[in-house]
């Protein structure tokens, strides 16, 4: 039974593990059967990518053969003449940067116009001065004869509780007085004497004392229409008022002093060029000429704003006035010297002529690069000119507060007054009168010279008013000036003067400018061109102002501040912040 037993058991062992032998191999040909499926898909993608990529190399040959072909050809097509034929060939498109291009285009013909604007302005201004320097010869001193009748007479018709003198008519005895008192002082001062011992020196001590004399003519021109504006306000100042002065006397002696010293300054300058004229190898005048483009140098290559630009145009109408005066000093001396030769008038005109052409030059560069380094357009001057124009209208209204002399002097730092006395000492001294046939030649002189001051006065006042319409700028003239404090700069007032009913802008224009002046009383606010004379020229970083109001006024695209508060002569005249 045992034996029975151990056998059964036996078997059923080795069925069992026949069963699990049988299972194993099963197993086992499913995980063969599985890796032969993914050794055919190997095969199957290896021949896809051998198919699709002929440059991977099958064998060793055929593959590397052809790469090495392509790399042939590659260095084939960078050949010489192949990159010669893409130079000459090779094409671009500009009107993919349309806008640059345009804008290039735009400063070129700014460039272009430029020339054409600053000469309008020059001629302009350069009428202005010259109607402020005829202003000194012919209608002053009538004006000044006229004030001092009414001073003699007037006290023995009776005040009737009227002024003495109005106060236009006290400024004018004053410059009367300073004209005089000038002119007879520099008698004492020799031309002769002056003119040796400056042709005595080197010529590099002359151009270094013709700088100078440029520097100290501007200082002079910015401290004296100051110390002339004291004078005037202290002679007019009402008496009901707390007197903050030294005095009148002291303030004329001042303006009589510097008078006498710019025109010995204008003389010095005037006889440096004279001078420069007379040099035989003409070097000093070459080197004062390239002076003037030395300039370029100077203000080309700094940062412009409108209203140093405005600024800097002033003081080039000044200058250029300046320059023609000086030519006519050293032509009146000259010719006395050789007896009113006309011979030699002919010797000296290529050289005015040199002068002249060279302020003209560096003046069209030096605007014509500063407005393109700045990208200032050259319709600027036409604004400029029209700001020009609404000084000359508000001193002709009927209530101006100030001359237009002093209104030029203010804005383009010209005072007439020295220049005047110097230019009067030089013709007395050169000019003979002598007989009644001279006597007669020197009224018709006079009378031609009045003439000339009217006709000028009356086309400058005709284009003024038509440069401030096309500005748009006449409802400015009938604005109420705000009230000031001393040391506050005043803003501008909104208020604006009404008119009747029924009357244009151009009949209150019109009106406004042939009515004589009257005097208000001080309860009554008087109705002053809204100017703004007085006031420093704000530095260019001040903060933006709106000045468009109601679309009637002139819009300026760039400026931080109103041009016509650009009236003040600073330090150099051309300060640039």
């Not at 004296?224 to 005095?247: F, V």
């Not at 209203?307 to 032509?331: A, H, P, W």
């Not at 000036?481 to 009404?498: C, I, L, Q, V």
Request: aromatic residues 10%.
């Amino acid at each position: 039974m045992l034996c029975l037993l151990v056998l059964r058991v036996k078997m059923a062992d080795t069925v069992a593990s026949g069963l699990g032998d049988e299972k194993e191999k099963e197993t086992e040909d499913k995980e063969k059967g599985k890796e032969k499926e993914k050794q055919a898909q190997d095969i199957k993608t290896g021949s896809e990518k051998l198919n699709s990529t002929p440059e991977i190399t099958e064998t060793l040959g055929f593959y590397e053969r052809k790469v090495n072909q392509e790399r042939k050809r590659s260095l084939s097509d960078l050949s010489l003449l192949r990159f010669i034929s893409t130079e000459l060939t090779r094409g671009y498109f500009l009107e993919h940067n349309e806008a640059k291009y345009t804008e290039r285009r735009e400063r070129v013909y700014t460039c272009m116009r430029i020339p054409r604007e600053l000469e309008k302005l020059m001629l302009f201004g350069f009428c202005l001065c010259l109607d402020a320097f005829l202003y000194v010869f012919t209608l002053l001193p009538l004006r000044a004869v006229l004030a001092l009748i009414r001073l003699i007479t007037l006290p023995c018709c009776g005040l009737n509780g009227t002024r003495l003198l109005q106060p236009a008519q006290v400024c004018d005895v004053l410059k009367g007085f300073l004209m005089v008192i000038c002119y007879f002082m520099m008698h004492y001062v020799d031309y002769s004497m002056m003119y040796h011992l400056i042709r005595g020196q080197s010529v590099i001590k002359l151009y270094i004392i013709y700088n100078m004399l440029e520097v100290a003519d501007r200082l002079f021109s910015s401290f004296g229409q100051d110390i002339l504006d004291a004078l005037y306000w202290t002679a007019t100042e009402p008496q009901e008022k707390k007197r903050a002065h030294i005095g009148l006397i002291p303030h004329f002696f001042m303006a009589v002093l510097y008078v006498f010293l710019h025109a010995i300054l204008i003389m010095v300058q005037a006889t440096t060029l004279n001078v420069a004229f007379n040099s035989h190898n003409k070097s000093l005048l070459t080197i004062m000429m390239s002076n003037n483009f030395v300039e370029i140098k100077g203000s080309v290559f700094k940062k412009f704003e409108k209203n140093n630009l405005f600024q800097m145009s002033n003081s080039d109408i000044k200058e250029r006035f300046t320059s023609y005066v000086l030519l006519l000093i050293v032509c009146l001396r000259n010719m006395e010297q050789l007896s009113w030769n006309p011979d030699h008038l002919w010797v000296l005109f290529p050289d005015v002529c040199m002068v002249i052409a060279s302020e003209i030059a560096v003046d069209v560069v030096k605007h014509a690069f500063i407005t393109k380094f700045n990208d200032i357009t050259a319709d600027v001057y036409s604004e400029y000119r029209a700001s020009l124009a609404f000084d000359l209208v508000s001193s002709r209204q009927k209530n101006a507060y100030t001359d237009y002399s002093d209104s030029v002097s203010r804005r383009m730092g010209f005072i007439p007054l020295p220049l005047a006395v110097i230019l009067t000492r030089v013709i007395t001294s050169s000019v003979k009168v002598q007989g009644s046939l001279a006597l007669i030649c020197a009224v018709l002189f006079y009378l031609g010279l009045i003439t000339l001051k009217v006709l000028n006065s009356i086309v400058l006042l005709g284009k003024s008013c038509l440069y401030v319409k096309e500005a748009k700028m006449e409802e400015k003239l009938f604005q109420t000036p705000p009230a000031t404090t001393p040391g506050k700069p005043s803003n501008k007032s909104k208020n604006k003067f009404r008119a009747p009913p029924g009357i244009s802008t151009d009949d209150r224009l019109s009106a406004s400018i042939t009515s004589q002046p009257v005097h208000q009383s001080e309860s009554t606010s008087p109705l002053l061109p809204n100017s703004n004379s007085d006031q420093f020229l704000m530095t260019p970083d001040a903060e933006e102002k709106d000045i468009t109001q109601a679309g009637l006024e002139l819009k300026h695209r760039a400026s931080n501040k109103d041009l016509l508060e650009i009236d003040r002569f600073t330090i150099c005249g051309n300060r640039i912040d």
